[in-house]
């Protein structure tokens, strides 16, 4: 099946059912879930809409009865889905932060792929790939380097970034709410953050349930700028979720099974 057929049925399923199970539609269509993520990020790339759903994610490690899922398991399984926005050959812009390392093993294996980054760690995953694999060329702005958290910042980075024209970039973030847009709590960050958002066409903010509804101290990126949304859920969305979900151009809300 043509990648044209392919997304006209994702969009068949979205306007019948208004959510879509990616397993099932990887089972149905033939292909990988990765690539029914990928179609899922070219059809909101394209102006569909993109409705909160329910999206199907790789099985987190299991949760002991009556506790809330582990961060690290939530991080995973939004890394996972926001991965399915990038596609080979693209030139993409990765911030630091836990969420958008474990999303850089994902992207670590689409060739072709370019990508600016002012993370020591992020650069390190992505050209730790395997004998045989596709090995992302990566770019590391320079810049002062923060002992806490290995980033690089300062006016060498803004330098670099303004001469820079990304067609995605990814990042997460401390807070998330619909009235300011996605925020950091560090102030050096936040600068070096929001020179990729201005250098990237679109902007992809993968935030946890506890994120969603938090203002951190510094914004690095206004409602306006955001144009797509990758959280997750145990149950049902919280209404903080549902609130900064609705109010984006695409979403995926991944279902982690029950608390």
């Keep these: 099946m043509l990648p044209r057929q392919r997304q006209g049925a994702i969009l068949d399923e979205l306007r019948a059912r208004g959510e879509v199970d990616i397993a099932e539609l990887a089972l ?7 690539t029914v993520r990928r179609d899922l990020g070219v ?14 994610a790789p099985a987190p490690r299991a949760a002991p009865s ?8 939530e991080q995973e ?14 030139t993409i812009g990765l911030s630091g932060g836990t969420a958008v390392h474990k999303l ?31 090995r992302p060329t990566v770019i ?7 002992p806490d958290n290995d980033l690089l910042h300062g006016p060498v980075s803004a330098l670099v970034l303004r001469s820079m024209r990304l067609e995605l970039a990814f990042l997460d973030c401390a807070g998330l709410d619909g ?29 946890t349930a506890a994120q969603c509804g938090r203002t951190a101290l510094s914004v690095f990126a206004g409602p306006e700028e955001i144009d797509f949304i ?29 608390a």
């Design 104 to 134: 850089a093993v994902h992207l670590r294996e689409l060739p072709g792929l370019t990508v600016v980054t002012n993370s020591l760690v992020t650069a390190t995953i992505l050209t730790r790939s395997g004998r045989g694999r596709a």
């Design 66 to 73: 009556g506790t809330a899922t582990h961060p690290q398991a």
């Design 28 to 34: 149905r269509l033939g292909v990988s879930e990765a």
């Design 43 to 56: 059809l909101a790339r394209q102006g569909h809409p993109v409705p909160l759903r329910r999206a199907a």
């Design 77 to 90: 399984a939004i890394a996972a889905a926001a991965a399915g926005q990038a596609r080979p050959d693209m």
């Design 140 to 146: 590391l702005t320079g810049g002062y380097r923060t």
């Design 230 to 258: 990758v959280t997750a859920s145990a149950g049902d969305p919280s209404p903080e979720q549902r609130s900064v979900l609705r109010q984006a151009r695409g979403a995926i809300c991944v279902d982690l099974g029950p």
């Design 179 to 207: 009235p300011h847009g996605a925020s950091t709590d560090s102030l050096a960050d936040s600068d070096t953050r929001r020179a990729l958002v201005q250098a990237a066409a679109q902007t992809c903010v993968l935030a």
